[in-house]
């Protein structure tokens, strides 16, 4: 079991964790691994391996409210899903081809990445709409005059990327999906995160499974060190998703984007080592 300052950091981690990705649909790992890391050390095929799993109870706690709020687009997710789900495999075989620190910094240039989305968002959503709080709130019939463009090809696609960089990462794909399918169906923010996270609930428990399993071969052991963190992390992640799912249809993302970027880039200059050269 964890030394209990360890079990309370994990709790809070796992409440953040799924509030973040309850409200952006981004599964939770994108949160959890690097303040996992900043915490408890660098141990990133073990977060990984335990952050997978968490993506489950994550995904499945937004994914009521989504249902209820209408906005899972059935077409898109029943083509993107077998694509993701065979692609995760994949991901999590090259995820073990890398070191730990090697896999940390891939693992930071993706939080490059997505800051650089997220921060394109945050100025388009000022130019257009100012920063205050007097945004329109969700409305269950918000986009429904615009259908999008849903295909096979762009849903498998946007499914085998999202599941190869899932398995890979050990994140839930939503942080990529989200913003592809914006480009690419065309379809409004709300629809695509209701969309990632039905995907994410399809993939996570199959690449948490094969991640775990395989988990020996990269110097970590599933009971004594995975399974105690994902106890501690599931009962606030649960909590956080549900509430952060909630916050999806009642609140503007834009403050909680910019808290959410400050987040990544210090948990990126973190893991890519940064951090400990300039200090």
Sequence with gaps: MLPLHELIICLAIGFAGGLLGGFLGIGGSLVMIPALSISLGER????????????????LSALIRHLRAKVVRVDAFLRMAPA??????????ASNQFEG?????????????VVLVNLRKIAIQIKRKGIGWNLPKYSPNSGKDRPGNVTTPRSVFIGAVMGFMAGLLGIG?????????????????RQCIGTSTA???????????????????????FWSQSFPIIIALVPGAIVGAYLGAALTHKLPTLWVRVAFVLLLIVAGMKMSGLMSMIL
């Design 84 to 93: 993701a789900l065979c692609m995760i495999f994949l991901g999590v075989w």
């Design 199 to 221: 995907v994410i609930c399809i993939t996570s428990g199959f690449g948490a499974v094969y991640k775990n399993l395989t988990l020996a071969g990269t110097g970590y052991e």
């Design 44 to 59: 990133q095929h073990l977060y990984q391996a335990s952050a997978m799993v968490v993506n489950l109870f994550v995904s």
């Design 101 to 113: 620190s090697q896999l940390a910094r891939v693992f930071s240039i993706f939080l490059l990445y």
């Design 173 to 189: 794909g939503g942080g990529i999906a989200v913003p592809m399918q914006q480009v690419v169906f065309r379809t409004p923010l």
